[in-house]
């Protein structure tokens, strides 16, 4: 079965480093997705991404977010300056469509330490 | 503002009993309802999802309902096994904001299933 992947499973990095989280999204999928889930709350959306920009972002999704598609396959998120609250559990997740009623496929996800 | 969120917490039960997970949402433009299901330290996994225009779907040992006259959205789990257990999180897609994709999760409910 197709799945989302993401790299590095864990990292931990020093206050105000620069981090990039790596996805590659399912193959045939247009739509991709980050969402965080701060550890023991709920999962949140961060921003949504076709055809090389971004759709819609939540107000979590600051100037120290940004997202990249550097080729055909893989789907960044950087943190420029990490802060102490960025740390979390970040999902990339992707879609055929970005429909509504279309199936939104999570990966395992990156858990972000920030020290 | 919308919200999307469950009734409990935990909840405990005996392997073999049924299981019935709440939420209840508070934007009624939404169209578009999934349960996903979060083991410890991995991403949400898709288990079931309903439209606005159903008021009921089931899958393999799983039923949907919902009931859209007071925003109320079950997960019902037949003969609970103990890889059940897990976080359940439903979801909203939001419609709202245009084709995105975007989902708005509840607090999630923890599911023990005793042996």
């Known amino acids: 079965e197709p799945e989302v992947t993401q790299t590095p499973s864990h990292q931990v990095t020093q206050m105000g480093q620069e981090v990039i989280l790596r996805c590659v999204p399912i193959s045939n999928h247009l739509y991709f997705y980050w969402y965080r889930q701060i550890l023991g709350q709920k999962v949140e959306f961060l921003v949504s991404?076709?055809?090389?920009?971004?759709?819609?972002k939540s107000e979590i999704f600051d100037d120290q977010f940004s997202v990249e598609r550097p080729d055909g396959s893989n789907f960044t998120l950087k943190i420029r300056s990490t802060k102490l609250e960025d740390s979390a559990m970040y999902f990339c997740a992707s879609s055929a469509t970005g429909l509504s009623g279309n199936t939104i496929y999570f990966g395992e996800g990156s858990w972000l330490t920030v020290v | 503002g919308e919200s999307v969120g469950l009734h409990l917490p935990t909840l405990s039960v005996q392997e073999g009993d049924n299981s019935i997970i709440n939420c209840a949402y508070s934007n009624s433009a939404s169209d578009y309802f999934i349960w996903y299901k979060q083991e410890s330290g991995k991403g949400p996994q898709f288990i079931i999802d309903i439209r606005s225009n159903m008021d009921k779907r089931q899958g393999q040992r799983v039923t949907v309902l919902l009931n859209k006259t007071v925003k109320h959205l079950s997960l019902q789990i037949a003969a609970t096994q103990p890889g059940d257990s897990a976080v359940y999180f439903c979801a909203e897609n939001n419609h709202g904001s245009g084709n995105t994709g975007k989902l708005i999760f509840g607090q999630g409910t923890t599911l023990q299933v005793k042996p």
């Open positions: 991404f076709y055809n090389n920009e971004i759709s819609e």
